[in-house]
């Protein structure tokens, strides 16, 4: 006897399908930048087995004078697509291949970044999509007192919720209309128009699951909409925002110069890009902060006013630290929680040394749109042919 249309099996079914169809879609169509020494074909034994296989030697040995074939492309983990055991082996052990790739670690994947951050984010969100008490996903601050504004269903989460109130109070934002972009569960929108006193504040995201989960739980906010659009091409008028927030969200997007372009377009004349995110491995912090800078330049910005809150994200992470470690036990699976300790950078965790060692750095801005264009500048609003949306 099937389940009725509509019933909860039929619903846990659907939800399972569509995770699986995400996952091959999304994860196992990644490429994996591996180094060369990694890529060598196996040398050939000297005799050939099977039918249908025939090793190069042979193959010269049958041309007699002709000129040898060029030896074929080795069918190496450069052209192939990542088998599911590679994913599995990703989230249970830390490592991609071991036997073959030894180097291939998460930390060279650099998974936090780009397009693979941007999966392992959705994955996230999908597993948690009826979790409604969580609402945050950054990593937190505590720059030694807490916000008194903190409602009773925050406090669980006050040092993510205080991280939103440090870059969102840079500036004013009482009757402003805000954006907040990569808005993931919904809290630091809620947290700006219920707490700031923002006239309107939009949350957009690319995820559609996340865009539905803020929906449902953040309904009763007055002046609180969503809106599901891609960072690179922002789906709102140019010049209807009088602030941009984007909290530990920008290393997840394939393009950032673009990402600034389109904040500088919906930005109005006067408005603040108020931004917050930690550096990428293997590049100085302040090599990666001048970066940011010049395309800040590029996109039209004036000179950000930038500081740096490391120690206040990793006070925040100490403070935190138990309330995470038991949440990872109580909702991960016991093969997940390696990465999920990684995800949340708990204490030991490469991310938190990183963080502690000075190989990375949390920075925070304040970017003001000029009223009068800069001199020597010349912006193109329009969105730039050929990008798509993120991971693509």
């Known amino acids: 006897m099937s389940a009725p249309e509509g ?20 994860v196992l169509s990644f490429r994996p930048a591996i180094r060369p020494s990694a890529c060598r074909p196996p040398p050939c034994p000297g005799s050939c087995s099977g039918a249908t296989v025939t090793c190069n030697q042979r193959l010269q040995r049958r041309q007699g004078d002709r000129a040898p074939r060029s030896p074929p492309k080795p069918k190496d983990t450069l052209t192939k697509r990542l088998e599911p055991s590679m994913v599995w082996a990703i989230v249970q052990n830390g490592t991609v291949g071991r036997a073959t790739l030894p180097s291939f670690t998460l930390r060279e994947r650099q998974v936090f970044h780009g397009a693979r ?15 409604t008490d969580l609402r945050f996903m950054n990593y937190g601050y505590f720059a030694g007192d807490e916000s008194a504004a903190l ?7 006050r040092y993510s919720a205080a991280l939103y109130e440090a870059v969102a109070t840079q500036v004013p ?9 990569g808005t993931g569960r919904g809290g630091g929108a809620s947290f700006v128009q219920r707490h700031l006193g923002a006239a309107e504040t939009v949350g957009c995201d690319i995820a559609h699951g996340a865009i539905a989960f803020c929906e449902r739980v953040h309904a009763g ?3 609180l909409s969503f809106r599901q659009g891609d960072a690179l091409a922002l789906p709102f008028a140019a010049e209807s925002y009088d602030a941009v927030l984007n909290v530990e969200s920008a290393h997840c997007y394939t393009d950032r110069a673009a990402f600034f372009s389109e904040v500088f377009r919906v930005l109005r004349p006067g408005g603040h890009f108020l931004m917050a995110d930690f550096t990428p491995p293997r590049t100085r912090p302040e090599a990666a902060g001048a970066r940011i800078a010049d395309d800040l330049s ?4 004036a000179p950000p ?3 740096d809150i490391t120690a206040a994200i990793l006070a925040g992470l100490d403070r935190d630290n138990g309330r995470r470690l038991r949440e990872i036990s109580a909702r991960f699976p016991r093969g997940t929680r ?13 991310i938190y040394r990183d963080f502690a060692e000075g190989r990375r750095a949390y920075l925070m801005y304040r970017i003001e749109k000029p009223r009068v264009a800069l001199p020597g500048f010349l912006h193109v609003p329009d969105r730039v042919p050929g990008r798509g949306a993120l991971g693509t």
């Open 173 to 181: 934002l009482a009757g402003r209309r805000v954006l907040d972009v």
């Open 151 to 157: 409602a009773e269903d925050e406090a669980a989460e």
């Open 305 to 307: 006013d930038m500081t």
């Open 117 to 131: 951050a941007r999966v392992l984010y959705e994955l996230i969100a999908w597993k948690f999509r009826n979790d």
């Open 298 to 301: 590029l996109a039209g910005f």
């Open 7 to 26: 019933s909860a099996e039929v619903r846990a079914a659907s939800d399972a399908a569509r995770a699986f169809m995400f996952i091959a879609t999304r």
């Open 221 to 223: 906010v007055r002046g």
């Open 338 to 350: 390696r990465l999920a300790r990684l995800w949340a950078g708990t204490q030991g965790s490469w």
